[in-house]
């Protein structure tokens, strides 16, 4: 497995191996299980895989938030290597942003909400750095966790605006043994926070429940997941959705499918988790 760190040293090897198909996996660190299953993933679709970690600094709307974000770099190449990637990209900031940088890519309806609501900027960030990921590997496939719903329907739209020539694959939601979605966020929770944590997930599936039951106005579903995190001590409702997976505006109705997704403050830890009901 190569560790490199600069653009022309990804280039080369990309170059180099141009009759190969390349699958990319970005990251920002700290992997657990979630990350290995779409290295894991690429390795079973691509003769090569590159996986890029970087924490984007773009992408944090909140300078705290980016200096608590948990960085591991020894244990992610150990891991990488055992999972089977191939090159691994860990460029220092100035490298992704020289002095003087001032280009960035912005999608726009469909990052006003949600995550893009909460979270000004955010989307700004992921989709210049993944425009500049795409460009440096030139993969023929790249991998995105539904874990990030809004992040997928995000790059799937710059992808179709912007004519990248790639195959986008979505891989499903790897969850911890209680069902809390795997996050590198989750080393920050307390024990105590670490058990209130399933409230997400249990929300979910208590109107995934109601759905299954014909329930079909998303308003009702919303309330089921409210009540489920206001009747948690230690969580803080951020926001609750019923949306179009594509789209995602807020449905009134679910008629055909939809995508049940909410963040939550555990504590200080911002999480988040998501579900489409109706496939
Ligand atoms: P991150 O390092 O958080 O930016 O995540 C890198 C990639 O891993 C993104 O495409 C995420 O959606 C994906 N990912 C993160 N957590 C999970 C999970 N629990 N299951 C599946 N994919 C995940």
Redesign the pocket.
């Known amino acids: 497995m190569q560790i490199l760190k600069t653009i022309d040293a990804i280039r080369q090897v990309r170059w180099a191996e141009l009759s190969l198909s390349w699958g990319l996996?970005?990251?920002?660190?700290?992997?657990?299980?979630?990350?290995l299953?779409?290295v894991e993933r690429a390795c079973q679709e691509n003769d090569r895989v590159g996986v890029s970690i970087f924490v984007n600094p773009t992408q944090f709307n909140d300078a705290q938030d980016l200096e608590v974000y948990p960085r591991d770099m020894d244990r992610d190449l150990a891991l990488l290597k055992e999972a089977g990637a191939d090159l691994v990209w860990t460029p220092e900031p100035e490298t992704v942003y020289p002095s003087g940088y001032q280009s960035y890519v912005e999608v726009e309806e469909v990052t006003t909400l949600l995550e893009g609501a909460a979270r000004p900027g955010h989307f700004r960030g992921v989709t210049t750095v993944v425009a500049k990921l795409f460009n440096v590997f030139q993969p023929n496939r790249a991998?995105?966790?539904?874990?990030?719903a809004q992040?997928?329907a995000v790059i799937k739209q710059m992808v179709r605006d912007l004519n990248f020539n790639l195959d986008i694959v979505v891989?499903?939601?790897?969850?911890d043994h209680d069902g809390l979605?795997?996050?590198?966020r989750n080393s920050n929770l307390s024990p105590i926070a670490r058990e209130q944590a399933t409230c997400l997930y249990r929300a979910l599936n208590a109107a995934q429940s109601a759905f299954a039951q014909g329930e079909r106005q998303a308003e009702s579903l919303r309330f089921i997941m409210i009540d489920l995190i206001a009747s948690t001590p230690l969580a803080r409702l951020d926001y609750v959705s019923v949306a179009d997976p594509i789209s995602l505006v807020e449905l009134e109705e679910i008629t055909d499918h939809a995508l049940l997704s909410m963040a939550v403050f555990v504590d200080n830890t911002r999480l988040i988790d998501n579900v489409i009901i109706g496939e």
């Not at 996996?25 to 990350?35: I, K, N, R, S, Y």
């Not at 979605?181 to 590198?184: C, F, N, Q, T």
């Open positions: 996996v970005p990251t920002m660190g700290f992997l657990h299980a979630g990350h299953s779409l991998y995105f966790g539904q874990k990030d992040q997928v891989c499903p939601i790897a969850r979605a795997l996050s590198s």
